[in-house]
């Protein structure tokens, strides 16, 4: 990050606010503190900040309560928070979310887990700040060349699933890569499927990026596990699909609305045994169909910290053997008669 970025650390222990700066000590970052929710406040009222570190327990004015004050407050409502809490209940966790925050970490603190939960909150706030700084140039724009207004503006908004999702790959387990192996070969299932305009065509490859932006929010512990999942982490990794849901759904764009339904179905299964809710059939988006086995067959066909990468020859055939149970029998036909196609598509990234 070149970028500097000013953070605010709100506790009422002092020792707890030197460790974070400890952890987080950094030329891009310039820190500030408050011992109490008031004194947050009135900080507040006086300078701008990029991301919100707050405590939860504190005597007077606590966490939860800072929090509702900001959200109402139009020129901080948008400042990310992280809640500081050794609570980790699911009552206030899910409390720490409908109040508006975007994420948590406990106490202690791991020192992985809390560099990359500031670093990607700080790098999606400026990413939204960009993308928001962006529209307001290309609308005063738009008086003099409407045409090339709407022309920046697509060009705007796939950067800008771009840059979101390079901030999701680099929690993950997986590459940047990943999202742009997926995007073309979503971009290709979609263009033999036959029943899709080009501009659809061209909305499923630019939105395709995001299918699992979600996952900025699950555990980085759980993201990065080299070996297999157990059932309660699995469940919390499931949470992604409508987590990314949840991010995606409120925009207003084509763009980012088709993201919102991908990243909500694309584990969705043909025969309704997938999740998040058992969708079955065309039931599930045609969006959500082809990025299944657009995702699974990048996903096979590379290495993975629990994986080893499969031959695309095999992972085809497993693609082919799951049709009509979990992938769309129709999308199956089109994908098992071109696969130099989607072969040709690995290779090329793995040769780049």
């Known amino acids: 990050m070149d970028a500097e970025y000013n953070i605010l650390i709100v506790d009422d222990v002092s020792e707890n606010i030197k460790v974070a700066i400890n952890i987080l000590q950094s030329k891009e970052y310039r820190f500030s503190f408050a011992l109490t929710g008031e004194q947050a406040l009135e900080v507040l009222k006086t300078k701008k900040f ?4 707050l405590d939860i327990m504190m005597p007077g004015i606590d966490g939860f309560e800072v929090c509702k004050i900001l959200k109402k407050t139009r ?9 500081l809490t050794a609570k980790v209940d699911i009552e206030s966790i899910e409390k720490g979310f409908t109040l508006g925050a975007v994420d948590y970490v406990t106490k202690p603190f791991h020192s992985i887990e809390l560099k990359s939960r500031v670093k990607n909150h700080l790098e999606l706030y400026r990413a939204k700040q960009q993308l928001k ?17 709407f022309t920046e503006v697509e060009l705007a908004q796939k950067e800008i699933v771009y840059i979101l999702s390079d901030i999701m790959e680099t929690g993950s387990s997986e590459t940047a890569s990943h999202v742009k192996r997926v995007a073309h070969i ?20 630019l939105a395709t990026p995001l299918h699992d932006i979600g996952k900025i929010i699950i555990d980085s512990k759980i ?11 699995f469940n919390i990794m499931k949470e992604h699909s409508a987590h990314g849901y949840k991010i995606l759904a409120k925009s207003k764009t084509k763009l980012i609305k088709a993201g919102s339904i991908i990243a909500h179905e694309h584990h969705e299964n043909y025969d309704g045994s997938g999740y ?11 969006y959500g169909r082809i990025v ?25 055939s497993h693609i082919i053997e799951l049709s009509g149970t979990k992938f769309d029998p129709k999308l199956i036909v089109c994908f098992r008669d071109n696969l130099a196609d989607f072969k040709k598509i690995i290779e090329h990234f793995k040769e780049n």
Do not use: C
């Open 50 to 53: 990029d991301l919100i570190l």
């Open 75 to 83: 020129n901080l409502r948008d400042v990310p928070i992280i809640f």
């Open 133 to 149: 700084a962006n529209n307001i140039t290309l609308f005063n724009k738009m008086q003099d060349n409407k045409e090339k207004h």
């Open 186 to 205: 979503a971009k290709r299932l979609a263009q033999l499927d036959g029943s899709l305009s080009k501009d659809e065509i061209n909305i499923v490859f």
């Open 223 to 233: 993201l990065h596990k080299a070996g297999k999942l157990d059932e309660n982490e």
């Open 276 to 286: 998040p809710n058992g969708l079955f059939g065309d039931n599930i988006h045609l």
């Open 292 to 316: 299944a086995i657009a995702d699974v067959l990048d996903a096979l066909t590379h290495e993975r910290v629990y994986k080893k990468a499969w031959s695309f020859d095999k992972a085809a």
